[in-house]
C-alpha cells in the first residue's frame, strides 16, 4: 500500500532501531517520573471541561495523521500554516484550566510532601476551641432552623481579595453572631462570611463558582461557591442547606456532604494546628471514609 509504505520510510527516517541506547538506572528513574506526570496531568484534564476539549484534539489529531499517511498535500500544506495559530487558541481555550493548574501548583509544597525535615516542630494554633465549639454548634443549630449558610475558614492562603468583596466586620466568633448574620431577609445574610482566626472578618462576600462538571445537579449556588473557593485558595468552607438543614465541607475542591456534628469538630480540631505536626497533617486535613467527596 503506497500511503502506509510512505509512513514507514518517515518513521525509519527518524527513527532508528539499531542506534537505540542501553537503558541505566536514570532512564529508569526519568520514565517513573514522566509516567506519572502523564497520570496526573490526565487526572487534572478528565476532572475540568478540558477533557471534552480534548477528545475533540485527539480527533483532529487522528485526521491529521491519516492525511499525512495518504499524503493529502492540501491539508497537511493548511496544518503546517495554521500550527501556530492553532497552539495559540489552545493557550486561550485552556487559559482558566492552566491558570488553575498552576495556582494549586504553586500551593503545594512539593519538598515536605516527600521529606518530613523535622515532624515535631511546633506550630501556631490558628483558632481556640471555643471558636471550633461556636462554629459547630452555628452550623447544627441553623441546620435544623433550614437557614442557609457559607462560612469560609482562612488556612494558609490569603483571603483578602475576597474579603474586600463584603463587609468588614472584624467581631469575635459566636454562634449567636453567625445565627443572626444568615437569618433570613437581614442585611448580612446574603453571600459568605470569612472567618481568619477567632474573629469573623468580612460578611456578603462574593466567591468564585465552582465549573466542575462532576457536582450533583442538585446543588445550588451556595455549594458551587463553597467547591469554587476551595479550589483556588486552601480554605475550608462549611455549607448548611436551606433546602435540607444538611451540612457539607468543602476542601481541596471536593465537597463531603451530610457531615455529622462530631465529625465535623474532630477535623476543625485537626485544622487547628493546636499541638504539634504529625505525619498524619501533611497528608490533608479530610478522610472521610467511605463517603462521596465527587458531589454525589
Not at 143 to 156: C, D, H, P, S, Y
Not at 234 to 249: A, N
Amino acid at each position: 500500500m503506497p500511503g502506509t509504505a510512505s509512513f514507514m520510510e518517515i518513521i525509519q527516517k527518524y527513527i532508528s532501531f539499531d542506534s537505540i541506547p542501553m537503558m541505566v538506572g536514570t532512564d529508569f528513574v526519568e520514565i517513573i517520573i514522566i509516567t506519572f506526570l502523564i497520570y496526573e496531568l490526565m487526572a487534572w484534564i478528565k476532572n475540568t471541561k478540558a477533557w471534552s476539549l480534548l477528545r475533540g484534539i485527539v480527533i483532529i489529531a487522528v485526521f491529521i495523521i491519516l492525511a499525512y499517511i495518504f499524503q493529502m498535500n492540501t491539508i497537511i500544506w493548511i496544518v503546517r500554516n495554521a500550527l501556530n495559530v492553532a497552539i495559540m487558541a489552545l493557550v486561550v481555550i485552556f487559559q482558566p484550566e492552566l491558570r488553575k493548574a498552576l495556582d494549586v501548583l504553586g500551593r503545594k509544597n512539593i519538598l515536605t510532601d516527600f521529606v518530613a525535615f523535622n515532624m515535631s516542630v511546633s506550630v501556631d494554633e490558628r483558632f481556640s476551641d471555643k471558636t471550633v465549639n461556636e462554629i459547630v454548634k452555628a452550623c447544627y443549630e441553623m441546620g435544623r432552623a433550614r437557614t442557609g449558610a457559607l462560612i469560609v475558614m482562612e488556612r494558609n492562603d490569603s483571603l483578602s481579595e475576597y474579603e474586600r468583596t463584603g463587609i468588614e466586620l472584624d467581631s469575635i466568633v459566636s454562634s449567636q453572631l453567625l445565627i443572626n448574620i444568615f437569618e433570613h431577609n437581614t442585611p448580612l445574610h446574603d453571600g459568605a462570611v470569612i472567618v481568619k482566626g477567632n474573629r469573623v472578618t468580612s460578611a456578603t462576600c462574593y466567591l468564585p463558582l465552582s465549573d466542575n462538571m462532576e457536582l450533583s445537579k442538585d446543588l445550588g449556588t451556595r455549594h458551587r461557591a463553597g467547591v469554587g473557593i476551595s479550589e483556588v485558595t486552601d480554605s475550608l468552607t462549611l455549607i448548611v442547606s436551606e433546602e435540607t438543614g444538611r451540612v457539607s465541607v468543602a476542601y481541596e475542591g471536593r465537597l463531603y456532604r451530610n457531615v455529622e456534628a462530631a465529625e465535623l469538630k474532630e477535623h476543625l480540631v485537626r485544622l487547628q494546628n493546636k499541638t504539634r505536626k504529625t505525619p498524619d497533617d501533611r497528608k490533608g486535613l479530610f478522610f472521610w471514609r467511605g463517603k462521596g467527596g465527587d458531589g454525589s
